[in-house]
């Protein structure tokens, strides 16, 4: 497929560097009109995948994060109360039905993130962050809009998508997604990025990283991750502390063995990771890394 | 669903040469014996996406038809070895098989589980449990030895007995109870709340139509109450033997009662035994149990089960209004000091946890195993509990819990 490997391409031009079966998926999104569901560990770039994916297709990016007690009215429209309130004070004395036609119509409309989703005159990229915090009755109303993409506001009669939005959702496991959902979806796995991607990650996103500091910085993460810990560190937070090593002008992490140990912080964030990783830790893992 | 595959697939794409939708179909029969959901949109994408020149190379429709098809982590790590089986037995695998697969139809459920089994010889069996009755019959002689020894183990720990019909009422009318009597406590936050949640609009305007929308009445956004979720830690150990039975069945009942509930069997390893129980053939789900329950009768790891509870389970397991019951009489065979981290962990995680110890019951009996006294610290509630009755009578404690 040609399609695919362009995807890459344009992938990596918009500073993500995806593995091979990303762009795969992607191409699929496009052939089948399916949307992506992502999963894995916090911090592997899951979210980052939706940003790469709009500058790819050159378009907006709608967010919608996802909560605990998310409803309709945070997550597709609301009326606009207090104007409507206003209105009806103003318009006193006119019909009634005059009024209630004006109080019901589009300006009186506030857009949320999927109803906005829907209406754009270019596909935009709508994120769905996190879906696993939403609760069970969000997901089964997620699903029809998925499907038909058309919402009906009583008030208002049915509104059905000028745009057929690219559809991410990314979900960390906080709970067990209902078996319609992810059927619904294409299925895509984010697993820690290898050595190789990771130091390129590194170097396309860190400034003034080195190709070499690079590949030293993601072959330490590497070893840490495969250490005992509570929080397994992620690409978000390799990144911070490559930036910290940057700005703190190593070139070589061999050359400055405290600064690399003091600046673990980045990586390691509970106490008892922290605890675990002394001097001598460190200075093991840095010797298997030369 | 099984058997919309092949004649509809078939009508669809006239692309494509109908060896190859004949292959397709038999590739989807196999997939959904190794309990991935398949259904018709499914099978039509997939002839979709062979159409638009994904079959080209090998491994670009395996990661194609990985995406489409799965649906979850298990899925996505066991993909790769059925489709190899399957698409690619000609360079990688023996004759045997190519005729088996091409001939999928008479019996898919065997050959998914040979082919597994040979391609991935390390899946644990935790995550897929297919017929066991056929899987034994023929297997290789390595899995024969396994499936003859987890019998025994299982007459052993009398896993049978909760079939009968009297016990499995009484577990589930004790279970109700206390679904019932856990459920209507309420939260702190409920208590602490003094002045109401957000205004709702919406329903203030509704309700204040009747006085020309003067907002006279009120209405304040709700919590909506989230049910309580019992997760129990069953202790399947040689110590226990005598009282797993009963807890077994009292397992059932809460799985049956409570809106939200998971249950999980530990010895000298964890088992996520929810979806097992809950099968609705009584006798395939204690096949199933007892393929899980492997091992069980032998010494107890509380701490390392503990700790793959915290690492694999926990956080899709455990929410803000989650109980966890542990039963177990605390005689660890592992390190007692791991298990204490690990109980601290979970304590951190939720904030109830109970845990029911059979041996209370004896008379003279102090807790001084050594996991136990670890454990004990981050403990909510430590009570005996060696019978169903027994159990009954915990009901006002968990309910005040």
């Known amino acids: 497929m040609k399609g695919r490997d362009q995807i890459a391409e344009r992938l990596s031009a918009a500073g993500y560097i995806a593995d091979g079966e990303l762009a795969t998926a992607i191409s699929l999104m496009q052939l089948l009109r399916r949307p992506l569901l992502l999963e894995g560990e916090a911090g592997v770039g899951k979210t980052e995948v939706a940003k790469a994916l709009a500058s790819l297709h050159e378009t907006e990016l709608i967010r919608l994060q996802c909560y605990e007690g998310l409803d309709q009215s945070a997550a597709l429209y609301?009326?606009?109360?207090?104007?409507?309130?206003?209105?009806?004070?103003?318009?006193?004395?006119?019909?009634?039905?005059?009024?209630?036609?004006?109080?019901?119509?589009?300006?009186?409309?506030?857009?949320?993130?999927?109803?906005?989703?829907?209406?754009?005159?270019?596909?935009?990229?709508?994120?769905?962050?996190?879906?696993?915090?939403?609760?069970?009755?969000?997901?089964a109303f997620l699903l029809e809009l998925l499907s038909d993409f058309q919402v009906s506001i009583p008030e208002l009669g049915t509104i059905k998508a000028t745009?057929?939005?690219?559809?991410?959702?990314?979900?960390?496991?906080?709970?067990?997604?209902?078996?319609?959902?992810?059927?619904?979806?294409?299925?895509?796995?984010?697993?820690?990025?290898?050595?190789?991607?990771?130091?390129?990650?590194?170097?396309?996103?860190?400034?003034?990283?080195?190709?070499?500091?690079?590949?030293?910085?993601a072959r330490l993460v590497n070893a840490i991750r495969k250490e005992d810990l509570r929080k397994v560190p992620g690409v978000a937070e390799t990144l911070d502390w490559a930036a910290a090593l940057v700005g703190l002008d190593v070139r070589d992490l061999h050359d400055a063995p405290e600064t690399v140990h003091e600046t673990l912080t980045c990586l390691l964030k509970t106490h008892e990771d922290k605890a675990k990783f002394r001097p001598e830790v460190t200075a093991r893992l840095l010797g298997k890394v030369a | 669903m099984s058997c919309c595959g092949a004649p509809h697939d078939l009508d669809e794409i006239d692309q494509v040469s109908g060896l190859i939708a004949r292959k397709l179909a038999a590739f989807l029969r196999t997939l959904r014996d190794s309990a991935f959901a398949i259904g018709l949109r499914e099978s039509q994408d997939a002839?979709?996406?062979?159409?638009?020149?994904?079959?080209?190379?090998?491994?670009?429709?395996?990661?194609?038809?990985?995406?489409?098809?799965?649906?979850?982590?298990?899925?996505?790590?066991?993909?790769?070895?059925?489709?190899?089986?399957?698409?690619?037995?000609?360079?990688?695998?023996?004759?045997?098989?190519t005729t088996g697969s091409a001939k999928a139809a008479d019996n898919p459920s065997l050959k998914t589980l040979r082919d597994i089994s040979q391609q991935a010889g390390?899946?644990?069996?935790?995550?897929?449990?297919?017929?066991?009755?056929?899987?034994?019959?023929?297997?290789?002689?390595?899995?024969?030895?396994?499936?003859a020894s987890r019998a025994d183990n299982l007459s052993d720990t009398d896993f049978r007995t909760m079939a009968e019909p009297q016990q499995v009422e009484q577990a589930h009318a004790i279970a109700a109870r206390l679904a019932k009597a856990m459920r209507a406590r309420l939260t702190r936050r409920d208590l602490a709340?003094?002045?109401?949640?957000?205004?709702?609009?919406?329903?203030?305007?509704?309700?204040?139509?009747?006085?020309?929308?003067?907002?006279?009445?009120?209405?304040?956004?709700?919590?909506?109450?989230?049910?309580?979720?019992?997760?129990?830690?069953?202790?399947?150990s040689g110590s226990m033997s005598m009282y797993t039975g009963v807890f077994l069945r009292f397992i059932h009942g809460v799985l049956d009662e409570f809106r939200e509930a998971e249950a999980f069997l530990f010895h000298t390893r964890l088992a996520h035994v929810s979806d097992a129980m809950k099968d609705k053939d009584a006798a395939r789900a204690l096949d199933r149990l007892s393929m899980l329950a492997q091992g069980a009768g032998g010494g107890t790891k509380i701490g390392e089960s503990l700790q793959t509870f915290n690492r694999w389970h926990a956080s899709r397991v455990i929410h803000s209004r989650t109980c966890v019951m542990i039963v177990s009489d605390g005689y660890e065979?592992?390190?007692?000091?791991?298990?204490?981290?690990?109980?601290?962990?979970?304590?951190?995680?939720?904030?109830?946890?109970?845990?029911?110890?059979?041996?209370?019951?004896?008379?003279?009996?102090?807790?001084?195993?050594?996991?136990?006294?670890?454990?004990?610290?981050?403990?909510?509630l430590y009570a005996p509990a060696h019978t169903?009755?027994?159990?009954?009578?915990?009901?006002?404690?968990?309910?005040?819990?």
């Open chain 1, 78 to 139: 609301e009326w606009n109360y207090q104007r409507q309130l206003l209105s009806i004070q103003a318009h006193r004395g006119d019909d009634a039905d005059d009024i209630e036609h004006l109080i019901f119509s589009e300006r009186y409309l506030l857009e949320r993130p999927l109803l906005a989703a829907i209406r754009r005159d270019k596909s935009p990229v709508l994120l769905i962050d996190e879906v696993d915090r939403a609760d069970e009755e969000f997901e």
């Open chain 2, 193 to 236: 709340r003094r002045r109401g949640y957000r205004l709702d609009l919406r329903r203030t305007i509704h309700a204040n139509i009747s006085h020309g929308g003067v907002p006279i009445r009120l209405v304040k956004r709700r919590r909506k109450p989230k049910p309580l979720r019992l997760v129990v830690l069953l202790d399947a």
């Open chain 2, 122 to 147: 390390s899946q644990p069996t935790t995550d897929q449990i297919p017929s066991t009755d056929d899987a034994a019959d023929d297997r290789s002689g390595e899995g024969r030895n396994e499936g």
């Open chain 2, 388 to 401: 169903l009755n027994a159990l009954a009578a915990l009901e006002p404690y968990l309910a005040k819990l």
């Open chain 1, 163 to 217: 745009s057929i939005p690219h559809v991410v959702l990314t979900s960390n496991g906080t709970r067990e997604l209902s078996d319609a959902l992810r059927r619904r979806c294409l299925y895509h796995y984010v697993a820690y990025p290898e050595v190789d991607r990771e130091a390129r990650i590194i170097v396309a996103r860190v400034a003034g990283a080195g190709a070499s500091l690079a590949l030293q910085i």
């Open chain 2, 333 to 380: 065979t592992g390190d007692a000091a791991l298990l204490g981290r690990e109980m601290a962990q979970l304590a951190r995680r939720c904030r109830r946890i109970v845990w029911l110890n059979p041996m209370m019951g004896w008379e003279g009996y102090a807790p001084e195993a050594a996991g136990i006294k670890a454990a004990l610290p981050h403990v909510d």
């Open chain 2, 47 to 97: 002839a979709a996406l062979i159409a638009a020149g994904y079959a080209e190379k090998p491994a670009l429709l395996r990661s194609a038809f990985k995406h489409l098809f799965s649906a979850r982590k298990t899925d996505w790590d066991k993909f790769d070895g059925i489709f190899d089986a399957f698409w690619l037995h000609t360079r990688v695998r023996s004759r045997s098989l």
